[in-house]
């Protein structure tokens, strides 16, 4: 039996404007196994986006606890989160958020270059994992001479560099278009396989869904 990387446990979430509180999640429950390729699947406003950055520990839960790689995210310090995003799981986000004044190789290998990591010990890795996805000659170039298609390949690059356990995906295929997106599903469909990282993806598309594993419905702040 696969172990659990990742464990949540009745997690809620309200946010409180003057006298309004609004419930965006209202108790869910979410586990994900080592090597596991799981859609989280909602319309717009379902809660899913705000699942996934709670799971990430990019945002904090009202009410419920996120144990991410065998710790309870609510018990370490930020230092130690950081750390974490650095080495043992990576975000990727709609929009790439790449650094515009930054080249492909530098984009992708910043969070190696913010461990204080020696390029001789990334930069092979860093190459493979390039050529791997088709930017091998894109490297020197900056973000504005990329296609979306390829921006969205590099924020993915970006978050394969360390070796995570697992990557967060926030609609990964939002900003392209059908072509694109499916390209990009294929990819972090075999990323899946062949490199055994476990996948945590947020969609609002039935298609893509399809291809993970397992597809978790979220509907007005619950599963389904």
Do not use: W
């Not at 609510?74 to 080495?87: V, Y």
């Not at 492909?104 to 990334?122: A, H, I, R």
Request: overall charge negative; hydrophobic content about 40%; cysteine-free.
């Amino acid at each position: 039996m696969s172990e659990l990387v990742l464990n949540a446990e009745n997690i809620k979430k309200s946010f409180v404007t003057g006298e309004v509180t609004a419930e965006v999640l209202k108790g869910v429950d979410f586990s994900l196994s080592e090597g596991e390729f799981v859609a989280i699947l909602g319309e717009s406003g379902s809660g899913k986006s705000t699942l996934l950055y709670i799971l990430a520990g990019i945002d904090k839960p009202t009410e419920g606890s996120v144990a991410l790689l065998g710790k309870n995210l609510a018990e370490i310090s930020d230092e130690s989160l950081a750390a974490m995003r650095r080495r043992d799981f990576s975000f990727v986000y709609q929009f790439d958020n790449l650094v515009p004044n930054l080249t492909v190789y530098e984009n992708v290998t910043l969070p190696l270059m913010l461990d204080k990591q020696k390029e001789s010990e990334y930069k092979d890795r860093a190459e493979d994992i390039l050529q791997y996805l088709g930017l091998a000659g894109r490297k020197k170039n900056y973000p504005r001479q990329l296609s979306g298609g390829e921006q969205q390949r590099t924020a993915i690059a970006r978050a394969l560099v360390t070796n995570p356990k697992v990557i967060f995906l926030d609609e990964p295929t939002g900003s392209l278009d059908k072509e694109r997106g499916r390209q990009v599903m294929e990819l972090l469909a075999d990323i899946n396989k062949t490199r055994k990282v476990a996948l945590v993806m947020v969609t609002h598309s039935e298609a893509h869904a399809q291809y993970a594993s397992r597809i978790v419905r979220v509907s007005d702040g619950l599963v389904v």
